[in-house]
T-cell receptor
Framework: DAGVIQSPRHEVTEMGQEVTLRCKPISGHNSLFWYRQTMMRGLELLIY????????DSGMPEDRFSAKMPNASFSTLKIQPSEPRDSAVYFC???????????FGEGSRLTVL | QQQVKQSPQSLIVQKGGISIINCAYENTAFDYFPWYQQFPGKGPALLIA?????SEKKEGRFTISFNKSAKQFSLHIMDSQPGDSATYFC????????FGAGTRLTVKP
């Protein structure tokens, strides 16, 4: 199995630009999570989906952030417009069902200048 | 979001020593308590996990001790090795998974 696949691995952009991060979950995993990792705040849960439906987006920092899961094989996290304080590593993680092992992708490192 | 509190923030141990990392949680609905290990440039990976119906789980050099009444759990790494140097996260889960702030472990040769 290829594991959770994230793209891009690295993104450098300028303040105000739109950023789209992508995630392909492990086949058959029906729960998908987006986390943000920074030195100051650790691993923060942004949003999670169950069977493609957003369940809890209370961790999304503000309206500039949005996430979608149009089908079981693909999810996006979009930041528009981006700001320097959005610089972080963004992880997608998936699991088979509620409870149990969470499998992480390798992360997307975002730098906003 | 800080539903899981982890300490210490960093830890330095000599090779062969015991590394101990502690976590406390608030929500009694949590029913799954994993520890994740993260190396630089990689995503976290599951190391060991426990459910609240047992007080201890051991896998090789790694042991979780769980105290349900105190709402605390800890990771013990016996005979710590330089290859164990990484960041360790405790977590607690019910329908989603919440992570502690992480502990950066350095094992000196």
């Amino acid at each position: 199995d290829a594991g959770v696949i994230q793209s891009p691995r690295h993104e450098v952009t300028e303040m105000g630009q739109e950023v789209t991060l992508r995630c392909k979950p492990i086949s058959g995993h029906n729960s998908l999570f987006w986390y943000r990792q920074t030195m100051m705040r650790g691993l923060e849960l942004l949003i999670y989906f169950n069977n493609n439906v957003p369940i809890d987006d209370s961790g999304m920092p503000e309206d500039r952030f949005s996430a979608k899961m149009p089908n079981a094989s693909f999810s996006t996290l979009k930041i528009q417009p981006s700001e320097p304080r959005d610089s972080a590593v963004y992880f997608c993680a998936t699991m088979l069902s509620s409870g149990g092992e969470l499998f992480f992708g390798e992360g997307s490192r975002l730098t906003v200048l | 979001q800080q539903q899981v509190k982890q300490s210490p923030q960093s830890l330095i141990v000599q090779k062969g020593g015991i590394s101990i990392i502690n976590c406390a949680y608030e929500n009694t609905a949590f029913d799954y308590f994993p520890w994740y290990q993260q190396f630089p440039g990689k995503g976290p990976a599951l190391l060991i996990a426990i459910r609240p119906d047992v007080s201890e789980k051991k896998e090789g050099r790694f042991t979780i001790s769980f105290n349900k009444s105190a709402k605390q759990f800890s990771l013990h790494i016996m005979d710590s090795q330089p290859g164990d140097s990484a960041t360790y996260f405790c977590a607690a889960a019910k329908y989603d998974m919440r992570f502690g702030a992480g502990t950066r472990l350095t094992v000196k040769p």
